[in-house]
């Protein structure tokens, strides 16, 4: 039996022993510096508003499951979750049309939830400012966790069960051997482990010191004040009843202003994201505490008045009740931010046997205690966990600088409105590939894409718009479609489809499989036969053990013993460098994403283009469909893939960073006498979905099998060896599914959508949308959408789109050259 140490006791690490425990995991000690009464982590003064929705299908289930499970953990006939219900106010039209959004996100990810009028909000929340608020969404299954309470009751079940508690020990480091954890070093000895799991909160960066790993979190203050006893509030039993249980109205979210409302007893409880950004250095704070109480713990901060002050008085307009009280008592209490105020999960990519749940809000954190022991259990989780991953940053978003400046963005936005494709502003120009200058030559627009600068369109392009013919004229977009979006796309397209355009294809992750062990690895974790000769790609899925897809890479063979891979994500990275480890053989994974680069070259004319720079072979012959091989293109060493996510004929050409500028020169000033163009991302996404070509994340992920998300064919039936995942695609391959992912194309030719909208038939949501664009080629807005697998080709469905319904069609796919005519000759 493995024995597990889970450093810190607070809401995370606690559900974990609970959730191991029920998986019949017997050998588990949970070390806290804390005393165990009261750790003295943000869970011991947490507030606990549970706000379940949220424009991610997966945060959203986490919350979902952290209600389930708080409702079911009680003692003396008291739970830990008062369902109290969730209300969101919109005080601006803006917002009252992001509440319509948010909506629709409920829909998709099945949360009931309702939009009520302004006169629904009064009646449910009578203190509100009848003058200032315009409507509301209310989701009766929000509510208080009673985190602290909560946190004593696992305590004490999972004791029972057999967990060793260790309160008041600091964990002071980690002891390894041969890559692999084996205990954490505690005052006076060591606690033997098989596998640590790091639930140590905005602590988190300590811990990770301990082992060389680098945790993109930042604690940050933020503070909580309580009014002295509002008069309408008053004399209610409720006061006497345990914090959380003694509420009655719903949570309240005034996003407006940064603000939210709670009840405690007959108080308000008011939270405030509209101060400066404050943090707080967790090391700083002392590893122990002694004598932690209610009004002193290590990550309790003194409440600074001053900057709560905009935060009353904005209070005091929407609850006229609150302008007969004062502050009682404030305190700025610490949490953990990140990059992209997601949690950081999973396993390290460094060291064996250590894991972290960390920057985790207690409305996620028994579904991310679920998840992990889920994947301790079986190696995989139910809810999809790609966006948690520790490993989704790439190096450079790991630097202290880049953590702290966009986790303090975080915290300022929290409660914006943000467009899905709002790029940060700052920090930008972290990595550009060797075209950069000569895209901002033509005016590009970038977009930022893990570090990435990456053009969307180019503004030199626009002319075109006046010779587009007027089957691809773009048609007119909504307010919110038309942001980071320009017509130029349109123009973009058609240069593509109808003569050839170039690609800057650079940011996509390149890494390098080599050794004389490197052919079974590939051969291991992938579902394709790469033992193809030298010169041929394979297009191919990773999966998990239950046959869920973890990602779909390209594997080219270049040389006997070196691969190539493109891949989606940096944990595609971590996932294969870490089972090389273990494999033992001898395989090196290099990452060469940035000192390569690479051009998209495709279109009809594409062949042409190249003819002119290059005297290697590029017929249909010389380089068929998914071969490589090494080529000179004006003198410059390549590497040429025949290979187009657009569905074109043409190339994807590798070299070199120092030669990618006199690469795209070359192509450049060759392709002037066959109309080329540089086009960027939205050109390009409109393209790969009118063929059909699935973005890993996006349409599927860990949740969904090949045969449903359409991707089968990557599997080769044929394949002999074992790989991961192997018997149970055998199995899924002889069921019908129970959902599928469709192509739909908008009926009316031009009402936009943007992705996680909810699909509707007969009335009822079934399934939500995941990627779309204006299909420029068939002259209507596409979707894909997951949809019960008994939703066939030409069956009618809606798409909710700011509570407007959009009919639109199941369609055969691809929409695009179905037969592959453009792609083979
Ligand atoms: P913690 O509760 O901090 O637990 C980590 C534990 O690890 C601590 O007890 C610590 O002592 C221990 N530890 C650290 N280092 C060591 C070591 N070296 N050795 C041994 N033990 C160690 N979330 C919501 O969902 N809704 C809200 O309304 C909400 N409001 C908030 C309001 C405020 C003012 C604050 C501060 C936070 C709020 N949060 C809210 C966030 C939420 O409180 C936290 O995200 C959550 O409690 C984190 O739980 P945790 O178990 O990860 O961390």
Redesign the pocket.
Known sequence: TQRVVI????????NLADELVSRGWKDITV????PLHM?????????????QTTPSKTMTHLARYTVQKLQSIEKDGQGCFNQVGGLEVATTPARLEDLKRKHGYASSWGIDARLVSAEECLEMYPHLNKDMVLGGLHIPSDGL?L?ARA?QLLIERTSKAGVRYLGS????GIERANGRVTGVT?PGGTVPADIIV???????V??GKMVGLPIPLLPL????AKTTTVPALAGRDLNNKPNGLNATLP?LRHQDQDL?F?EHGGQYGI?YYGHRPMPVV?SSLG?T?QNVDEKNM???LEFTTEDFAPAWTESQKLLPALRSTQIEDG??????FTPDGGPVFGQAPNLDGFYV?????????AGVARALAEILTEGRSQIDMTECELTRFEEIQLSHDYVSETSQQNFVEIYDILHPLQPKESPRTLRTSPFYSREKDLGAYFLELGGWERPFWYEANAGLLNSLPAEWKPVERDSWSSQFYSPIVAAEAWKTRNAVAMFDMTSFHRFEVAGSGALQLLQRLTTGDIAAYPGTISWVLLLNDQGGIRSDIFVSRLEENVFQIGANTATDLAYISREARRQGQWVQVRDITGSTCCIGLWGPRARDVIRAISSDDFSNKGLRYFGVKNAIINGIPTTVFRKSYVGELGWEIQTSAEYGQRLWDAIFQAGKNHGLVAAGRGAFNALRLEKGYRTYGIDMNTEHNPYEAGVGHMIRASKWEEYVGKSAVDRLSKQSPVRRLRCLTVDDGRSMVLGKEPVFKNGKAVGYVTSSAFGYTVRKPIAYAWLPGNLGEGAGVEIEYFGRRIAATITAEPLYDPEMKKMLT
């Open positions: 450093i810190g006791a607070g809401i995370v690490g606690t070390v806290e510096q804390g750790p003295g982590g943000s869970t011991s003064h947490a507030p606990g508003l549970v706000f966790a985190a946190t020990t600091p964990v002071t505690i790091s639930c140590a909160g905005f602590w988190g300590e811990i203050a933020h503070q909580y949570i939210y709670r939270g967790a590893l505490s290590p990550s309790r305190f700025n209490g610490i949490f953990s749940a960390e920057a985790v809000w207690v409305t996620h954190s």
